[in-house]
């Protein structure tokens, strides 16, 4: 079989959403963000997972992925959404039991005339300029929205993997000044917002990247595996090059193996000539291009032909590979291709 697995530890990501929920007080409770099919591990099964550790609201972008985790999770537990409510949303937000978290005096309109009546959060900006009402929008309106009843006022912070950043204290205050007193849930921290304290963590907090064993959660288990099958061997003669633009070159007599995946799966061509894959614990450069399906990899030194390379596992997180192809873990996780086949262990039944 020529694709590649991707094995994920369901057990892992609930261990990690128990650490980080006990990261904060008895009166916070802990969500779940499972935008982007869970950061590329399959919303449906790691929501069911995380709902058997204790989870009770979960967060997606946009309305059309909370089907899979409604599906999953079945009535009950709340799914919000990050995007609120688009034009079109509304029978979507209805059928599945959506919570849109509202951005817009816009979409307050749209949603309390559509589904008046129908759960709802508000997401304000506190300063990072892409989604929420303003402190002046929200000063208009936040009576009016306050009767209604919202389950959760929310805002989210630009800086706060880097804790020194100033942002953070002035984002607080911001939140703070727009809330205090509103009788309503509140919720402001995503992993990162957890790590820098109590006075960061109000009523739920929406870990995202440190469930799935990325950083800033430096204490997270790694959650996943990649490993790729190895299609074929060769010889590789001293001053013969290895794949597009032949940019890698043999100095001595050499041993390739070609391993089915390639950018079309998510792997950077960042990457070319610029990691390593580990045949169990032993690293083996990846040489030349990273092309659409393949990669090849220098395999001289192992003493025999491995089935599969792993290029995600215990000696290279998707981290270490970001750091190597000039991006962030986030972006490796979600590029995670659609054509690797998902493997979960860990009792999530
Ligand atoms: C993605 C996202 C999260 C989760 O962030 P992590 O850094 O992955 O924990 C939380 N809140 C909002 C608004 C988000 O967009």
Not at 137 to 158: K, Y
Not at 164 to 181: I, K, V, W
Not at 220 to 233: D, E, H, K, N, W
Not at 250 to 268: I, N, R
Request: hydrophobic share 40%; charged share 20%.
């Amino acid at each position: 079989m020529a694709s590649a697995h991707l094995s994920i530890d369901l057990d892992a990501i609930a261990a990690n959403w128990r650490t980080l929920s006990r990261m904060t007080g008895p009166d916070t409770q802990t969500g779940a963000v499972v935008k982007a099919d869970a950061y590329g591990l399959g919303s449906g099964r790691v929501s069911h997972a995380l709902a058997k550790a204790g989870a009770r609201r979960f967060f997606v972008a946009a309305a059309e992925e909370g089907a899979a985790i409604r599906k999953a999770l079945g009535t009950g537990p709340q799914i919000n959404v990050f995007s609120g409510h688009m034009e079109g949303d509304a029978a979507l937000i209805r059928d599945l039991d959506l919570t849109p978290m509202l951005n817009s005096v816009d979409q307050i309109m749209r949603h309390v005339e559509s589904l008046p009546g129908h759960s709802f959060g508000i997401q304000l900006d506190t300063g990072m300029n892409r989604l929420g009402l303003e402190m002046a929008e929200w000063q208009a309106v936040a009576s009016m929205v306050l009767e209604l009843g919202p389950e959760l006022v929310m805002s989210h912070l630009a800086c706060s993997d880097t804790p020194d950043d100033p942002m953070n204290e002035a984002q607080l205050a911001e939140f703070r000044a727009m809330t205090d007193g509103c009788g309503v849930p509140r919720s402001l921290s995503a992993t990162g917002g957890i790590l820098l304290g109590e006075r960061y963590h109000f009523d739920l907090t929406r870990p995202g990247i440190g469930l799935y064993g990325g950083r800033p959660y430096d204490a997270g288990q790694p959650a996943v595996r990649l490993s790729l099958p190895v299609i074929q061997t060769r010889e590789v003669a001293a001053g013969e090059v290895v794949g597009y633009s032949g940019t890698w070159r043999a100095e001595a007599p050499a041993f390739v193996a070609t391993v089915a995946a390639g950018y079309a799966d998510g792997l950077m061509r960042t990457l070319s000539n610029n990691t390593r894959l580990w045949a169990g614990s032993t690293p083996c450069p990846l040489i030349g291009r990273v092309s659409m399906d393949l990669v090849t990899v220098d395999i001289s030194h192992l003493k025999e032909v491995p089935t599969a390379l792993d290029i995600l596992g215990p000696h290279q997180t998707a981290d270490d590979l970001a750091d190597a192809a000039g991006t962030i873990g986030y972006e490796v996780m979600t590029s995670l291709g659609a054509r690797y086949q998902r493997r979960y262990s860990g009792d999530d039944l």
